[in-house]
């Protein structure tokens, strides 16, 4: 089973991904939250550091509505080693969408086909694409099937809910279905995948899936992939293993109050594997201080055992 780990924003940065790597087998390709190319063609100094290759690693994700923005920003990514690029077309922030950017453009089908056709035209490196299966409705994915498939996509990536939605409600798995049906592309199914169950059970129903982008699941339980493809599950010790060289190199690299904020982010996820978390889960989110969240950590650990089938829980 393929999976990939999902770009998400504020956790799944340069740090977590490479210490991810260094603790967990399984991850094919680890995506990197997306940065947007300027109207001067270039890199923000944040987009450079979040690129850099000595600093980062796996696939960049393009934020970008504009097709020469795109083509100049893949050829940058070209040059500093990148073999792929993906195109972000499922961002549900309303700072990007009111942009026509991410899913905002799925509101306007001729300005995504311009974008398309520039796209894929001239591109230097393969366009994987991720995508909402609508802005509004469900059954405008109908139509956004036929625009993709007219380009040779990479991989699509398939995130079956609208942007109004955001992360809200049972993913539309008939979206998927149709997609499977009318595309002969390589297709990677993402969206409430929290345990092993759940991603078996998708590839017993889609068995020419790709791959599994699994986002808020494998953050709560980050030896997902890696059991996933017979390795060992996750248990205390590896978990804390894990937390301990994140928190390490967190504060390697940030001050006291982003390290802080970076592992109660990261901490309101795996404390969901853990049996009766409702307090543990509070103490980490008043923590206003390393030391406080050090004692909740420790408290966690110590009094609370991991669940039988450790899987993410939404709030």
């Known amino acids: ?53 000595e600093n980062s690693f ?13 083509l100049w920003a893949a050829q940058a990514l070209g040059d500093m080693g990148y ?12 700072t990007v969408t009111a942009k026509g950017k991410g899913s905002g453009l799925l509101a306007d089908v001729p300005a995504l086909e311009r974008l398309l056709d520039g796209v894929f035209a001239r591109s230097p490196l393969p366009v994987s694409i991720k995508t909402r299966i609508g802005y509004t409705r469900p059954d405008e994915f ?20 609208t942007r109004v ?17 009318a595309l002969d592309r390589p297709l990677c199914y993402n969206g409430d995948l929290f345990c092993e169950e759940d991603c078996r059970e998708l590839m017993r129903q889609f068995p020419n899936t790709r791959a599994l982008m699994l986002g808020r699941g494998l953050i709560a339980n980050p030896a ?11 248990c205390k010790a590896s978990l804390r293993a894990f937390h301990d060289r994140l928190l390490e190199a967190y504060q390697a690299k940030y001050p006291a109050h982003v390290t802080l904020g970076r592992m109660r982010e990261i901490a309101k996820h795996f404390v969901c ?26 408290r966690l650990f110590a009094e609370h055992e991991l669940n039988e089938t450790p899987r993410f829980i939404a709030e």
């Open 224 to 234: 997902l992939a890696q059991s996933l493809g017979g390795g060992e599950a996750l």
């Open 273 to 298: 594997c853990f049996d009766a978390p409702e307090k543990p889960r509070k103490a980490i989110r008043k923590a206003t201080r390393i030391e406080a969240y050090l004692d909740a950590i420790d």
């Open 58 to 70: 796996g696939v960049p994700q393009l934020l970008c509505k504009d097709a020469a923005l795109f």
């Open 165 to 181: 939605e955001f992360y809200k409600g049972t993913p539309h798995r008939e979206a998927f279905a149709k997609a499977h049906a």
């Open 83 to 94: 073999d792929e690029v993906n195109l972000n077309l499922g961002c549900p922030s309303g």
């Open 142 to 161: 109908d139509r956004l099937l036929d625009v993709f498939a007219r380009y040779p996509i990479h991989e699509l990536i398939i995130h079956p809910r």
């Open 1 to 53: 089973m393929t999976v990939y780990l999902a770009p998400l924003e504020g956790v799944t940065d340069a740090v977590f991904r490479r210490v991810h790597r260094d603790c967990f087998s399984g991850v094919a390709k680890y995506f990197i939250p997306f940065v947007s190319p300027t109207q001067n063609l270039a890199f923000t100094a944040r987009d450079l550091s979040i690129l850099a290759p």
